[in-house]
């Protein structure tokens, strides 16, 4: 499925109005990577809590894909965010796991780190469903 | 605190790079709108559930912020989103709502619809926190 | 689907447990009344925040139930309880109330109020998943 | 706080009604055991989704107050509950985690396994006040 994430990825674009990148991927776990700019931000200049969540969502969403059989495609049932800290990043970095891959829905977990991954601003949890094209 | 949510709403870059605006404002209810752009699509080329949420945060955070006294500013500190149907629409209204005011935290709904305000597309309950300046 | 939800509730032990019955059956919507006693009470001898999720899951779920086709089972896939001041009220009563019927999956939400239903103290948002037997 | 933590959990009669009892106690997490029982059961005769979320609640929000600072008092805000298969088990252990500690608020997660924490039945991401006396 690696080839049908990296087509739908790019196909999304709203993650490239974000700038955002895969940058790792294999089965159940994917990690996208976003750079700060004036466009992303809320009313402090820090990244918005809608940034965050959407790439927590996108890199869910295609991190269950992943645990899908070929052919299928993949949309978010819901998905709940804890906002920790502001994000003072300049590059922020989303982790998105499968924790259980079932026929129909998937669950994951979500979180939003700086660079190095040593500080957690955000983690998302959410439901995913396998749509059979 | 209209004027506060107001200059506030402005210096949110991301509501920029969304095209949304202020189309409703009252001591705890606003409305925002958002016009269907390539830049904000997901895979199938409908709004991406992450800009229905971005939409969503802001319009509960403002609508909390008009329920604090003057000089707060106001974070989200958790939001929940669930996805209905697919935002097969050419223009979005997020409608945020204050559903319980304490002195620290701020309950909030939001719903994302048409135009019109007739269909639902997504839902979201969140809590919003008051910083004193 | 009557029938099959008086039934199902029968069931459930824990609804025993918490002394609560049914008081309002329609397609879509469903309330369960419970009164306090000291076997439901937290540290300050108010409703527990779980027995208070736990009266709104079964609401939701029934209410779920009553809009899927005959023969279905219905389980909880995921539900967000916000809390929004302690229950200090004798009786309770949990609303469950079906926002849109899929095919797979139903998203309901729920409230908790006194009962008079005047004063909310706690929401739900949740999704139920149909089974068919 | 340990012996804080002790003496406030023995004031829930809901944690009695539940059978639960901790198991384990450290700063910043806490295990509570619980057996079924029929009256603890949802329609299948498995524990029913309350009960877990019941569980995952105190033990988050004692997992919380053991961060807290001597004096305080806890209070749960909101929580989220993902199921990820039906709890068929005799033992459950509830394991909450303090993630963030804040001067206000505390973010925790928690899980519902098998009694040798091998198998993960349900997830709860919350957030808990600190209240002060």
């Known amino acids: 499925m690696i080839e049908e994430v990296k087509s739908s990825f790019a196909k999304q674009g ?13 089965e159940g776990c994917l990690k996208i990577r976003c750079k700060k ?4 931000t809320q ?10 969540t959407s790439l927590m969502d996108s890199a869910c ?13 993949v949309l978010s049932v819901e998905f709940k965010t804890n906002l920790m800290r502001p ?3 300049e590059v922020i970095i989303a982790t998105g796991t499968v924790i259980k891959s079932g026929k129909t829905l998937v ?3 979500a979180k ?19 749509l059979k094209n």
């Open 43 to 52: 009313q402090h200049g820090y990244f918005h809590a809608g940034v965050l």
């Open 107 to 109: 669950f994951c977990e």
């Open 112 to 130: 939003i780190t700086d660079e190095k991954e040593e500080t957690i601003f955000a983690t998302l949890q959410g439901t995913m469903i396998c």
């Open 37 to 40: 700019q004036d466009s992303l």
């Open 61 to 73: 969403g295609y991190a269950a894909l992943t645990s899908m059989s070929k052919g299928s495609d």
């Open 14 to 26: 709203f993650m490239k109005t974000l700038g955002a990148e895969i940058v790792h991927l294999e």
């Open 87 to 89: 994000a003072k990043s």
